[in-house]
C-alpha cells in the first residue's frame, strides 16, 4: 500500500533527539487513532500498526457480521449480503476483517494528520528538553558558540539543543566570537511560550564549585567538602573548604604541587584571583584567614550584630581591603560578619599607603598621584596644591577634596 510519504516523515520523527523510538510510535498511533474516530465514529474495533524500524503503517477494521436487517451499527457490523460480495466464505457470527488504506481517508486529512503529527513530536521534545535540563541545574555544561549578541550569547550544546548566556551571567573579560568551545553551569531553566529557556552562567558560585570538582579528585570523591564559595566574577574569589580526613591538607589539595590543579581554574576564570581558605568554626580565626594576605593584630568580636573590629599594621590594610575592596567585602560575604578594618596606634611619623583611601578616593585619581610619585599620604601633603595641579591632570577641586581626606586621617 502506498504510505503517502509516511515513511520520509517517520525516519524524520525517529531521530528526533530527545525522544525515544516508542513515544514517536505512540503518536502516530494515537494520530491515526485519532482519524479513524473522524471517519468511522469510533476506533475500538480497530488495529494500527507501526513497524518500529521503517515507519510502515498498517490499519485493520473488525466488523462482526450480522443477518440482512439486522445490522444496528455500520461502524461496527456488517450485513450478510454485503459481505459476501467481499469475501464469499463469510458466515453470519464471523468476524470481518479488512485493511484499511490511506488513500481511503484522502488527501487532505493525511495532510492534517502529518501536520498534527509534527505539532504533537515538536511539543513532545521540547518537554523532553526541559525536563532534560531541569534535572541538570547546577551542573556543568559544555557548548559552541552560535551567535553573539549585545546583550546575550547563543551556545549550542553537543546535541543541538540552544542554550543561552546573557550578559550578565559572563565574567567582564569574557570575550567570545562563533564557534568558540565554552564551559558554563546550567543556572536556570523555565518554560517561555512552550518552549524551554535554558539559561547558563559563567558567573555563579556553582560554577567555580564544579571546576573545582573536576579538578581537585579528593573533592569529587568526598574527602574534601566545599563550605562556601562567595565570588566578585573576573575579580576576587574566596572558598572555604574542609577536609574529613586529618592526613589530607584541604588547601593544598585545591591549589595541588606547584599550584597545578588550581591554575587551570583560575585561567578558565579569565585570570580570577582565588583564595582557599581552611574552614574553621572559631570565628576570629576563620575571619583571619578569609581576609588572606593581610596579617591581623587583633580582632573584636560583636556576636549579637554579627560584626568584627579587625586591628592591622598601617602597611596591611591595602591588602586587608583589597582592590577596589573586594577583599574585605568577599571576607565579610563568606564569614557572615560586617568587617571595619583599622589601624593600629603607631608612630607620629607613620606614613599611610595611598591605596589604602581606595574606598574614598576613585582609582583614577590614585593613579594619576602614583604617576607623580605620590603612593602615601604625607607624600601628597608634602606637595602645595599648586603644585599638584601643575604636576598632575587633576582639578584644583579634586586635589583639595584629596588633601582633606588624607588630613583626616592624621588628625
Same mark, same amino acid.
Given at each position: 500500500?502506498?504510505?503517502?510519504? +509516511?515513511?520520509?516523515?517517520?525516519?524524520?520523527?525517529?531521530?528526533?533527539?530527545?525522544?525515544?523510538?516508542?513515544?514517536?510510535?505512540?503518536?502516530?498511533?494515537?494520530?491515526?487513532?485519532?482519524?479513524?474516530?473522524?471517519? =468511522?465514529?469510533?476506533?475500538?474495533? /480497530?488495529?494500527?500498526?507501526?513497524?518500529?524500524?521503517?515507519?510502515?503503517?498498517? $490499519?485493520?477494521?473488525?466488523?462482526?457480521?450480522?443477518?440482512?436487517?439486522?445490522?444496528?451499527?455500520?461502524?461496527?457490523?456488517?450485513?450478510?449480503?454485503?459481505?459476501?460480495?467481499?469475501?464469499?466464505?463469510?458466515?453470519? @457470527?464471523?468476524?470481518?476483517?479488512?485493511?484499511?488504506?490511506?488513500? !481511503?481517508? @484522502?488527501?487532505?486529512?493525511?495532510?492534517?494528520?502529518?501536520?498534527?503529527?509534527?505539532?504533537?513530536?515538536?511539543? +513532545? %521534545?521540547?518537554?523532553?528538553?526541559?525536563?532534560?535540563?531541569?534535572?541538570?541545574?547546577?551542573?556543568?555544561?559544555?557548548?559552541?558558540?552560535? #551567535?553573539?549578541?549585545?546583550?546575550?550569547?547563543?551556545?549550542?550544546?553537543?546535541?543541538?539543543?540552544?542554550?543561552?548566556?546573557?550578559?550578565?551571567?559572563?565574567?567582564?573579560?569574557?570575550?567570545?566570537?562563533?564557534?568558540?568551545?565554552?564551559?558554563?553551569?546550567?543556572?536556570?531553566?523555565?518554560?517561555?511560550?512552550?518552549?524551554?529557556?535554558?539559561? $547558563?552562567?559563567?558567573?555563579?558560585?556553582?560554577? +567555580? #564549585?564544579?571546576?573545582? %570538582?573536576?579538578?581537585?579528585?579528593?573533592?569529587?570523591?568526598?574527602?574534601?567538602?566545599?563550605?562556601?564559595?562567595?565570588?566578585?566574577?573576573?575579580?576576587?574569589?574566596?572558598?572555604?573548604?574542609?577536609? =574529613?580526613?586529618?592526613?589530607?591538607?584541604?588547601? @593544598?589539595? /585545591?591549589?595541588?604541587?606547584?599550584?597545578?590543579?588550581?591554575?587551570?581554574?583560575?585561567?578558565?576564570?579569565?585570570?580570577?584571583?582565588?583564595?582557599?581558605?581552611?574552614?574553621?568554626?572559631?570565628?576570629?580565626?576563620?575571619?583571619?584567614?578569609?581576609?588572606?594576605?593581610?596579617?591581623?593584630?587583633? $580582632?573584636?568580636?560583636?556576636?549579637?550584630?554579627?560584626?568584627?573590629?579587625?586591628?592591622?599594621?598601617?602597611?596591611?590594610? !591595602?591588602?586587608?581591603?583589597?582592590?577596589?575592596?573586594?577583599?574585605?567585602?568577599?571576607?565579610?560575604?563568606?564569614?557572615?560578619?560586617?568587617?571595619?578594618?583599622?589601624?593600629?596606634?603607631?608612630?607620629?611619623?607613620?606614613?599611610?599607603?595611598? %591605596?589604602?583611601?581606595?574606598?574614598?578616593?576613585?582609582?583614577?585619581?590614585?593613579?594619576? +598621584?602614583?604617576?607623580?610619585? /605620590?603612593?602615601?599620604?604625607? !607624600?601628597?601633603?608634602?606637595?602645595?596644591?599648586?603644585?599638584?595641579?601643575?604636576?598632575?591632570?587633576?582639578?584644583?577641586?579634586?586635589?583639595?577634596?584629596?588633601?582633606?581626606?588624607?588630613? !583626616?586621617?592624621?588628625?
Amino acid at each position: 500500500m502506498s504510505n503517502i510519504n +509516511l515513511i520520509d516523515s517517520f525516519q524524520e520523527f525517529k531521530d528526533f533527539k530527545n525522544i525515544d523510538r516508542p513515544t514517536v510510535i505512540s503518536v502516530l498511533e494515537e494520530v491515526f487513532r485519532s482519524m479513524l474516530r473522524k471517519k =468511522y465514529g469510533t476506533d475500538e474495533n /480497530c488495529d494500527v500498526i507501526v513497524n518500529p524500524d521503517n515507519g510502515d503503517l498498517e $490499519i485493520w477494521r473488525t466488523r462482526k457480521v450480522m443477518e440482512d436487517g439486522f445490522s444496528e451499527d455500520d461502524d461496527l457490523e456488517i450485513e450478510l449480503a454485503e459481505v459476501k460480495l467481499l469475501d464469499a466464505d463469510m458466515e453470519v @457470527g464471523d468476524d470481518y476483517i479488512e485493511q484499511i488504506t490511506l488513500e !481511503s481517508f @484522502g488527501r487532505r486529512a493525511i495532510l492534517a494528520a502529518r501536520q498534527t503529527l509534527v505539532s504533537k513530536v515538536l511539543e +513532545l %521534545e521540547k518537554d523532553e528538553i526541559f525536563k532534560k535540563y531541569k534535572d541538570r541545574v547546577g551542573e556543568i555544561v559544555t557548548g559552541e558558540v552560535y #551567535q553573539v549578541w549585545k546583550k546575550e550569547t547563543l551556545v549550542l550544546d553537543d546535541e543541538g539543543n540552544e542554550l543561552m548566556m546573557p550578559k550578565t551571567e559572563q565574567i567582564p573579560a569574557d570575550y567570545f566570537k562563533k564557534g568558540d568551545s565554552v564551559r558554563a553551569v546550567i543556572s536556570k531553566v523555565d518554560m517561555v511560550n512552550a518552549t524551554p529557556k535554558i539559561i $547558563i552562567s559563567r558567573i555563579a558560585p556553582e560554577f +567555580l #564549585q564544579r571546576l573545582f %570538582e573536576i579538578e581537585v579528585p579528593e573533592i569529587f570523591d568526598g574527602l574534601i567538602t566545599i563550605k562556601k564559595i562567595v565570588r566578585e566574577p573576573g575579580e576576587r574569589a574566596k572558598v572555604a573548604v574542609e577536609s =574529613y580526613d586529618d592526613r589530607i591538607d584541604p588547601v @593544598g589539595a /585545591c591549589v595541588g604541587m606547584k599550584g597545578s590543579r588550581i591554575h587551570g581554574i583560575v585561567r578558565e576564570l579569565k585570570n580570577e584571583n582565588i583564595d582557599v581558605i581552611n574552614f574553621t568554626n572559631n570565628i576570629s580565626l576563620y575571619i583571619q584567614r578569609a581576609l588572606s594576605p593581610a596579617k591581623i593584630t587583633s $580582632i573584636k568580636l560583636n556576636d549579637e550584630n554579627k560584626t568584627a573590629s579587625v586591628y592591622l599594621k598601617p602597611d596591611q590594610v !591595602s591588602l586587608a581591603i583589597g582592590r577596589g575592596g573586594h577583599n574585605i567585602k568577599l571576607a565579610g560575604k563568606l564569614t557572615g560578619y560586617e568587617i571595619d578594618v583599622y589601624r593600629e596606634a603607631g608612630e607620629e611619623d607613620e606614613d599611610v599607603d595611598i %591605596e589604602e583611601f581606595s574606598d574614598e578616593i576613585d582609582s583614577w585619581i590614585i593613579d594619576e +598621584l602614583k604617576a607623580i610619585g /605620590c603612593d602615601t599620604a604625607k !607624600s601628597v601633603l608634602a606637595l602645595s596644591v599648586d603644585e599638584l595641579v601643575k604636576r598632575t591632570d587633576l582639578e584644583e577641586e579634586t586635589i583639595k577634596e584629596v588633601i582633606s581626606i588624607l588630613k !583626616s586621617e592624621f588628625e
